[in-house]
């Protein structure tokens, strides 16, 4: 599929996408279940990279100021900055493309080669927005709660390095972390967040809805799926971050 196909089909699966769901209940009784699976079992993923990232931020930041004429809150400030601004936001939501577009794409491919999906149009329902709506819904709740949870736990994180080290003192750290605070920054990262959502959801869904053949292929679409996803992500947070600092 050539990439300009491709992207005139994906527009039109988005488009059935946003339909008015025809029974609530189900689609709520769905979108339940994709908040689990979604948030809940990407919490302890989140919570242990974002905990050594912070460590390790923090170190890296206090080895990197070695003149004495830099005031050691600084190492503080630079954390908060790096979690806040990027590494909460977007490489959170690179990860969760790996983890949770893999699983999306495998799960309605498998779906797609066994007709199960065939079977859902047969009975009038509008197969992408039952399938794929909740998985997106959910990921718009999920993945900014996951960008706050990130930033907490990274700077935790770097707190804890940062006193087991020596490289900072607690009250030197603390007042980096409110030194020249920026709201928007907040603003801004959770803007980013809800978009990567949307990608890291419906591209592996237009994938695996879309695969052709057998269990071989739904492996390919996978890996196609978080490869497109994630540098999707990259291209909208370059775009975003230019329009919006």
């Given at each position: 599929?050539k990439?300009?196909d491709?992207?005139g089909?994906?527009?039109?699966?988005?488009?059935?996408?946003?339909?008015?769901?025809?029974?609530?209940?189900?689609?709520l009784?769905?979108?339940?279940?994709?908040l689990e699976?979604?948030?809940?079992?990407?919490?302890?993923?989140?919570?242990?990279?974002?905990?050594?990232?912070?460590?390790?931020?923090?170190?890296?930041?206090?080895?990197?100021?070695?003149?004495?004429?830099?005031?050691?809150?600084?190492?503080?400030y630079?954390?908060?900055e790096?979690l806040?601004?990027?590494?909460?936001?977007?490489?959170?939501?690179?990860?969760?493309?790996?983890?949770?577009?893999s699983?999306?794409?495998?799960e309605?491919?498998?779906m797609k080669?066994?007709e199960?999906?065939e079977?859902?149009?047969?009975?009038?329902?509008?197969?992408?927005?039952?399938l794929?709506?909740?998985?997106?819904a959910?990921a718009?709740v999920v993945?900014?709660?996951l960008?706050?949870?990130?930033?907490?736990?990274?700077?935790?994180?770097?707190?804890?390095?940062?006193?087991?080290?020596?490289?900072?003192?607690?009250?030197?750290?603390?007042?980096?972390?409110?030194?020249?605070f920026?709201?928007?920054?907040?603003?801004?990262?959770?803007?980013k967040t809800?978009?990567?959502a949307?990608i890291?959801?419906?591209?592996?869904?237009f994938?695996?809805?879309?695969v052709?053949?057998?269990?071989?292929?739904?492996?390919?679409?996978?890996?196609?799926?978080?490869?497109?996803?994630s540098?999707?992500?990259?291209?909208?947070?370059l775009?975003l971050?230019?329009i919006?600092?």
């Amino acid at each position: 599929m050539k990439v300009l196909d491709k992207i005139g089909a994906y527009i039109l699966f988005m488009g059935r996408i946003f339909t008015k769901p025809e029974k609530k209940k189900v689609y709520l009784k769905e979108l339940t279940n994709e908040l689990e699976k979604l948030g809940l079992n990407s919490v302890m993923l989140v919570m242990i990279i974002s905990f050594f990232i912070g460590a390790v931020l923090t170190l890296q930041t206090a080895y990197n100021m070695s003149s004495p004429l830099l005031p050691r809150y600084l190492i503080g400030y630079l954390t908060r900055e790096t979690l806040l601004l990027e590494f909460s936001s977007t490489i959170v939501s690179l990860i969760l493309a790996g983890k949770i577009g893999s699983n999306i794409a495998s799960e309605i491919g498998s779906m797609k080669i066994t007709e199960q999906i065939e079977a859902l149009e047969v009975m009038g329902v509008n197969s992408v927005s039952y399938l794929v709506g909740p998985k997106i819904a959910a990921a718009l709740v999920v993945n900014p709660v996951l960008y706050i949870f990130s930033v907490f736990i990274g700077i935790i994180g770097g707190i804890l390095s940062g006193l087991a080290s020596g490289v900072v003192n607690y009250d030197d750290y603390i007042h980096g972390l409110h030194f020249a605070f920026n709201p928007y920054y907040v603003t801004y990262s959770i803007v980013k967040t809800l978009f990567f959502a949307v990608i890291f959801t419906s591209i592996p869904a237009f994938y695996g809805y879309n695969v052709q053949g057998g269990a071989l292929e739904v492996g390919k679409a996978s890996t196609k799926a978080v490869v497109d996803s994630s540098i999707a992500i990259l291209l909208v947070n370059l775009i975003l971050t230019k329009i919006l600092l």
